[in-house]
């Protein structure tokens, strides 16, 4: 059980002792507003809704309450609820004898909300109006505005009033994502020349993946081979052939079918429209994409990776899990489902959903993950099978990052003590990526460890650093260099840095022991020693440091 989770319930529990009084009124408790929200921050929707639906029983026109049901609503995918509550929203405290609108407690999320329903209900005059009512707030954006209202008159008979709304748009601000409009509603429209044109436009401008994948879709529709040859030649060069396949498969159905799926993309755009959004307005408006724009799988990626960062790992996975295997990022969901799981140290989960996939499909980027997890676990002999098997494919492709597996091979057989393969894995990876900073440093801190060919080990830590500047691993191999032909005082200035950015390496912790030591400062080695202990979870240092603490060096 969570400690927010257990939080709640400890609370519930002193709550209802201490507000036995004050139960016998209507009058909303303290503790009711703790309550939801504590279980606000452990990503229970249904368990914070359910406290607000309480506040919101003891008070009609508690518009703190009202708000808060309103954005939780739509957290939770149930957008009916989140219209309804917007609607009580406008209404509470409301004399229709002053103002028969009622709309002065309507908050902007309520505005696009009622927006989304009314355009659901084909009445465009509504939504055109509700959308402009997004006026002020943190959502508050007249581009984001501008292109909402844009795709409510996005068919044609009243396409000229769409693309005007557009044209208002200053021609400095969000130039790309005005272009990309422009080519959605024409196509959309069936303006094909337009459409065309303004495709070329935005993507001369920005590469982005779903627009691409948008316009492919319109050329596969419209039969337009030679722009389509055209298009994978100058836009694809840069992918594998797997890639390409997947990413070109025929799809002559329509991504965007009506004007609200073309308003989940203004929804996905809303990122880099809006500024300073915070994280839950974020949550927000990345749902009501996701619920307004099915067919586009991008979105679902790009959410769910924001939700796994928010710590909402079931969430994540629900919404991975509903992209398709067979579409271009059907392998990438699958690898960020085995990630989710491995942030709650469920490896093997991550493990059994990547075998699962490999079952269906070899593929180069799920063998490789899977040995990373195989590796995660020191399951050495399959960590060595699914890098071979990865290898396989990735020669077979010509894959850009066969380096990686390589350099993956070459640290299995390090840590299992076959330097010599490890080596040669390493000097292999490096042909394929002679800057790659991580193998230099990798390669050149073993050649000092183990004292060989230190002077060419110190050439590759300093390209290492050249290439990562202030990357704190390199630089401790640099300081260990130092230690090694004893400069010791170069050792312990580099080392300072590196255990003030990486306090809780064990590693680094040693080092500095050491040095300290060989500086004379023997008490303060021994504190540094001691702590390497204590955060060695692996134990690969544990009996070295123990001798140390004993006799010193």
Not at 187 to 203: H, M, P, R
Request: charge should be negative; hydrophobic fraction near 40%.
């Amino acid at each position: 059980m969570s400690i927010i989770r257990l939080l709640s319930f400890i609370l519930i529990f002193i709550l209802s002792f201490s507000s036995a009084n004050a139960a016998k009124t209507n009058l909303p408790k303290i503790g009711d507003y703790l309550v939801a929200n504590i279980s606000s921050n452990s990503n229970d929707y249904k368990i914070t809704k359910r406290y607000y639906q309480k506040l919101h029983r003891s008070n009609p026109n508690d518009l703190l309450a009202l708000d808060r049901l309103l954005l939780l609503s739509i957290l939770d995918g149930d957008l009916y609820s989140a219209n309804n509550y917007s609607f009580k929203l406008a209404q509470a405290g409301c004399d229709k004898k002053v103002n028969s609108c009622c709309m002065n407690n309507q908050s902007p999320q309520g505005h696009l909300v009622n927006g989304i329903s009314y355009l659901n209900s084909y009445k465009q005059g509504f939504a055109d109006q509700s959308f402009a009512s997004i006026w002020r707030g943190e959502i508050s954006d007249s581009t984001f505005v501008r292109l909402l209202r844009a795709w409510v008159w996005a068919d044609s008979p009243s396409l000229d009033k769409s693309m005007a709304l557009i044209d208002l748009i200053s021609s400095d601000d969000h130039q790309y994502l005005t272009l990309v409009h422009k080519a959605l509603i024409y196509d959309f429209a069936d303006e094909i020349e337009l459409a065309e044109i303004f495709y070329e436009q935005s993507l001369s401008i920005q590469n982005d993946l779903y627009v691409m994948q948008l316009y492919l879709n319109f050329l596969n529709r419209n039969s337009l081979v030679k722009e389509k040859n055209k298009f994978v030649s100058e836009y694809l060069s840069d992918y594998d052939d797997a890639f390409i396949e997947k990413f070109t498969k025929s799809n002559n159905n329509r991504i965007i079918q009506n004007p609200l799926q073309g308003i989940g993309i203004v929804l996905f755009n809303a990122q880099s429209l809006i500024k300073n959004v915070n994280q839950e307005l974020s949550h927000m408006l990345f749902q009501l994409a996701l619920e307004t724009s099915p067919n586009m799988h991008e979105i679902k990626y790009i959410f769910a990776t924001f939700l796994s960062q928010t710590q909402d790992q079931d969430k994540a996975r629900d919404i991975l899990s509903l992209i398709p295997k067979t579409h271009y990022l059907g392998h990438f969901a699958a690898i960020q489902i085995s990630e989710t799981y491995s942030y709650e140290d469920e490896s093997a989960k991550a493990i059994n959903n990547l075998k699962n996939f490999s079952e269906s499909e070899e593929n180069f980027e799920i063998f490789l993950s899977l040995g990373n997890f195989y590796r995660y676990e020191k399951d050495w002999n399959n960590a060595i099978k699914s890098y071979r098997a990865a290898l396989d494919l990735g020669e077979a492709l010509d894959k850009e990052n066969l380096w990686e597996v390589y350099f993956n091979i070459g640290i299995v057989h390090e840590r299992t003590k076959n330097w010599k393969l490890a080596e040669q894995n390493f000097i292999n990876a490096l042909e394929l990526y002679e800057e790659q900073p991580d193998v230099l440093n990798y390669l050149g801190y073993s050649y000092i460890d183990m004292d060989q060919n230190l002077s060419t080990a110190k050439e590759m830590i300093e390209k290492a650093i050249s290439l990562k500047p202030n990357d704190p691993y390199i630089i401790d191999s640099l300081a260990w260099y130092y230690y090694k032909v004893g400069q010791y005082e170069d050792a312990l200035s580099l080392l300072e840095f590196s255990i003030d950015m990486m306090p809780y390496d064990p590693t680094v912790n040693d080092h500095y022991g050491d040095v300290l030591w060989m500086l004379g400062n023997e008490i303060q080695a021994r504190y540094y020693w001691k702590k390497a202990i204590e955060l060695d979870i692996d134990e690969p240092l544990q009996e070295k440091i123990h001798r140390k603490l004993l006799k010193g060096i």
